[in-house]
């Protein structure tokens, strides 16, 4: 997936500022897909200069003009075409991993603080996640509805961090009986 497409998502539902996007990315997506507020503008300025975007400006008393963007008929149709692509599966490149992996060269406790570390990382996450979904389940029928494709990414993050802790738990029980 590319950054553009994220934004194109989320430009689909609303019009908005670079700083509303990345807002928006990061409370709705940001459970899966990290992008900087660089990164955001600098898709911005090329999708504009694609036409995928028109950009209007808003007078703001004391501050530069707010930039807002909104999504263009050429816009539209780029995203509908990517989105009737097949996905491809994300290949991991995760340092732990490689740092387990060469575990022979390093001492247990250190092994032990760095699960701990990210184990504590990846408990913050569920907690967020779980009430993110708790705050889904409230919804009325029809918003429920309006939101059910997001509630099934929010699902798999959920899944995805109780797995990562349930094999949290397999290392660190590897570790105690070795």
Same mark, same amino acid.
């Given at each position: 997936m590319s950054l553009k497409h994220a934004i194109l998502v989320l430009l689909e539902t609303e019009s908005g500022s670079g700083y509303d996007l990345l807002k928006r990315f990061r409370e709705h997506m #940001?459970?899966?897909?990290?992008?900087? $507020?660089?990164? !955001?503008?600098?898709?911005?300025?090329?999708?504009?200069?694609? #036409?995928?975007? @028109?950009?209007? @400006?808003?007078?703001q008393q004391g501050k530069p003009d707010r930039k807002v963007y909104e999504l263009t008929p050429t816009g539209h149709n780029a995203l509908l075409d990517w989105l009737a692509?097949?996905?491809?599966?994300?290949? +991991?490149? =995760?340092?732990?991993? +490689? *740092?387990?992996?060469? #575990? $022979?060269? *390093?001492?247990? =406790?250190? %092994?032990?603080? =760095? %699960?701990?570390? $990210?184990?504590?990382?990846?408990?913050?996450n569920r907690a967020a996640l779980l009430s993110i979904e708790q705050h889904y389940l409230a919804?009325?029928?029809?918003?429920?509805?309006?939101?059910?494709?997001?509630?099934? @990414?929010? *699902? *798999? #993050? !959920?899944?995805? +961090?109780?797995?990562?802790l349930d094999w949290a738990d397999? +290392? =660190?029980a590897f570790l105690n009986h070795q």
């Amino acid at each position: 997936m590319s950054l553009k497409h994220a934004i194109l998502v989320l430009l689909e539902t609303e019009s908005g500022s670079g700083y509303d996007l990345l807002k928006r990315f990061r409370e709705h997506m #940001g459970y899966f897909w990290n992008a900087s $507020h660089q990164q !955001i503008y600098q898709q911005l300025k090329w999708m504009h200069e694609a #036409g995928w975007l @028109t950009l209007r @400006t808003e007078p703001q008393q004391g501050k530069p003009d707010r930039k807002v963007y909104e999504l263009t008929p050429t816009g539209h149709n780029a995203l509908l075409d990517w989105l009737a692509e097949t996905s491809k599966p994300q290949k +991991v490149n =995760d340092s732990l991993l +490689v *740092r387990l992996y060469g #575990g $022979h060269l *390093r001492e247990a =406790d250190n %092994i032990r603080a =760095d %699960i701990a570390h $990210h184990r504590k990382l990846y408990e913050q996450n569920r907690a967020a996640l779980l009430s993110i979904e708790q705050h889904y389940l409230a919804l009325p029928e029809a918003e429920r509805q309006r939101y059910r494709f997001p509630y099934l @990414t929010l *699902r *798999r #993050g !959920i899944l995805s +961090v109780q797995a990562w802790l349930d094999w949290a738990d397999e +290392v =660190d029980a590897f570790l105690n009986h070795q």
